[in-house]
Nanobody
Framework: QVQVVESGGGLVQAGGSLTLSCAAS????????MYWYCQAPGKQRTYVAI???????DYADSVKGRFTISRDNAKNTVYLQMSSLKPEDTAVYYC???????????????WGQGTQVTVSS
């Protein structure tokens, strides 16, 4: 069993900051890339950022310069520091992790349940 659990969402005013956390736990042989996605009401889930196991990061153009993704490999945890938040950042933020549960199996992407971020104007 593998679990991916997000935390840290909430209500913040425009221009403010918020940090999300996501921890993977359970039967993990190898934890590869970890991601953040978001889904605004009535819209499709979209990519926000990635952090690979060897430290590479990448961001969607809409969040570059405002969001920072980081991870603690010892804790199987990824973070998303969000600053200069805008009302259009309002969404449910989902964490995903590419996990290999044993050496004989290919990796599978596991998703968290999501955490709500609301930015008021």
């Amino acid at each position: 069993q593998v679990q991916v659990v997000e935390s840290g969402g909430g209500l913040v005013q425009a221009g403010g900051s918020l940090t999300l956390s996501c921890a993977a736990s359970g039967s993990i042989f190898r934890l590869n890339a970890m991601y953040w996605y978001c889904q605004a009401p009535g819209k499709q889930r979209t990519y926000v950022a990635i952090a690979t196991s060897d430290g590479l990061t990448d961001y969607a153009d809409s969040v570059k310069g405002r969001f920072t993704i980081s991870r603690d490999n010892a804790k199987n945890t990824v973070y998303l520091q969000m600053s200069s938040l805008k009302p259009e950042d309002t969404a449910v933020y989902y964490c995903a992790a590419d996990i290999q549960v044993d050496r004989r199996r290919i990796q599978t992407r596991y998703w968290g349940q999501g955490t709500q971020v609301t930015v008021s104007s």
